[in-house]
Structure formats: structure tokens, C-alpha cells
């Protein structure tokens, strides 16, 4: 079992910056490729970025590929989203998930725990 518990959520204006962070729980966390997923408003949950579990490969969305970073330190049991240049577009719930064993990206359907969210509000 994985608890997440994702924090650093806030109002930002566009163009500014946030990290956010999950901290997990369990003495298994390094055998869980992790990735960060977002939801806004009437649309689904879509993937934004993922981490390997031993963090040495990475892979993004698109719409974030050279804005967000994304990074893990195994001996806190936590994984970051750095999010810079952002915009208005990015305002979301960001969810942080992990999968047992997996690659880099993972759909939200090959998850295996979720944390409960943080809000992201960027104001144009």
C-alpha cells in the first residue's frame, strides 16, 4: 500500500512559477515509476509528466515538454513538478500517481494509488 499526499498548490499569475511535491509513504516507494496527472474544469484527467523509478528517464506532455520539470529523491520518498512560464491554460487539479515497476509514462488508467490533488489557479 501507497499513500500520496501532494502539496504546493496555489494562485499564481501567468508566468510565474510552483513546485509542487507528494510525499509518499511505504518503504517501497523507489520500485514505483511516478508521474503527475492534471484535471480541470469539465475535462478528463490528462498526463503531464512521469519519472522512472529510479529516475533516470523522464518523459512529458506536449503542452509542458521545456516549461515543467519533474524529479524524485528516493531517500525522502517524494517526487517534485517544478512548473515555470506558466499559463493561464495550466490551471488544473494536479494529481500525483504511482505504478509498480513502470516507465516514465503511464496512462491514468495503469495506475495504481493517487493522492487526492492540489489545486493550481495561474490568473492571466
Known amino acids: 500500500q501507497v499513500q500520496l499526499v501532494e502539496s504546493g498548490g496555489g494562485l499564481v499569475q501567468a508566468g510565474g512559477s510552483l513546485r509542487l511535491s507528494c510525499a509518499a509513504s511505504?518503504?517501497?516507494?523507489?520500485?514505483?515509476?511516478m508521474g503527475w496527472f492534471r484535471q480541470a474544469p469539465g475535462k478528463e484527467r490528462e498526463f503531464v509528466g512521469g519519472?522512472?523509478?529510479?529516475?533516470?528517464?523522464?518523459y512529458y506532455a506536449n503542452s509542458v515538454k521545456g516549461r515543467f520539470t519533474i524529479s524524485r529523491d528516493n531517500a525522502k520518498n517524494t517526487v517534485y513538478l517544478q512548473m515555470n512560464s506558466l499559463k493561464p491554460e495550466d490551471t488544473a487539479v494536479y494529481y500525483c500517481?504511482?505504478?509498480?515497476?513502470?516507465?516514465?509514462?503511464?496512462?491514468?488508467?495503469?495506475?495504481?494509488?493517487w493522492g487526492q490533488g492540489t489545486q493550481v489557479t495561474v490568473s492571466s
Open positions: 511505504g518503504r517501497t516507494f523507489s520500485s514505483y515509476a
Open positions: 500517481a504511482a505504478r509498480y515497476s513502470g516507465s516514465a509514462y503511464f496512462s491514468r488508467y495503469e495506475a495504481d494509488y
Open positions: 519519472i522512472s523509478w529510479s529516475g533516470g528517464s523522464t
